[in-house]
């Protein structure tokens, strides 16, 4: 089953713009963590924020963290082409190791 | 970051044979893998948690006896479909932790296809 939906489910914009994709989830968490998918492939780890914090930062990414409204973003600044793939939230159940992951949000940057 | 290697990266069987599927751990070891499913343009889905040295835990609606997983080492997981049908063509994909509270490495995904 899964725990998040993420939104949306397919996002275009042009290269240079900034992309921001939403995951939201059901049941209290330890971690959440977004990944990377190129068509095909298999998953490339961008950023793990835990429940304690709040927002985290990698190169030209900016993840936060809601664990109120249990939610969380990821935004990519000044997108690339080579940003263009499928991106997932996982989240890490409270009590359990397992990681379960949203639908997805289908990201394509126009060159 | 931590490498997981999974092997074949791409299999095609008849239907009704048997495909093994490795995940390893190359330079950590990990007493707890997952093995997700996923379809065309879809998420992944967790099939089941392979702890090293006992029964695999299988989420609900995943055959136990259609997929055998087996956790044999620290750093060895193997999925075997059994008795392949077209249905089970899908995206396999393995992941790996050193522990709790860390981030999951995920293998490069094994394609199969069953004719």
């Known amino acids: 089953s899964q725990q998040g939906e993420e939104d949306p489910q397919a996002l275009s914009i042009q290269e240079g713009e900034n992309a921001t994709m939403n995951c939201s989830y059901k049941t209290s968490i330890n971690n959440l963590q977004w990944y990377r998918q190129n068509s095909g492939r298999g998953l490339v780890h961008l950023i793990l924020i835990r429940s304690n914090e709040r927002e985290k930062h990698s190169g030209r990414l900016r993840v936060t963290l809601d664990t109120s409204k249990k939610s969380s973003s990821l935004l990519i600044t000044a997108s690339r082409a080579a940003d263009t793939a499928s991106y997932f939230c996982a989240t890490d159940l409270s009590g359990t190791y397992k990681y379960i992951f949203g639908t997805g949000t289908r990201l394509k940057v126009l060159a | 970051g931590a490498v997981v290697s999974q092997h074949p990266s791409r299999v095609i069987c008849k239907s009704g044979t048997s495909v093994k599927i490795e995940c390893r751990s190359l330079d950590f070891q990990a007493t707890t893998m997952f093995w997700y499913r996923q379809f065309p343009k879809q998420s992944l889905m967790l099939m089941a948690t392979?702890?090293?040295?006992?029964?695999?835990?299988?989420e609900q609606g995943v055959e136990k006896d259609k997929f055998l997983i087996n956790h044999a080492s620290l750093t060895l997981s193997t999925l075997t479909v059994t008795s392949a049908h077209p249905e089970d063509s899908s995206f396999y994909i393995c992941?790996?932790?050193?522990?709790?509270?860390?981030?999951?490495?995920f293998g490069q995904g094994t394609r199969l296809t069953v004719v």
């Open positions: 992941s790996a932790q050193q522990g709790r509270d860390t981030e999951a490495f």
């Open positions: 392979s702890n090293e040295g006992s029964k695999a835990t299988y």
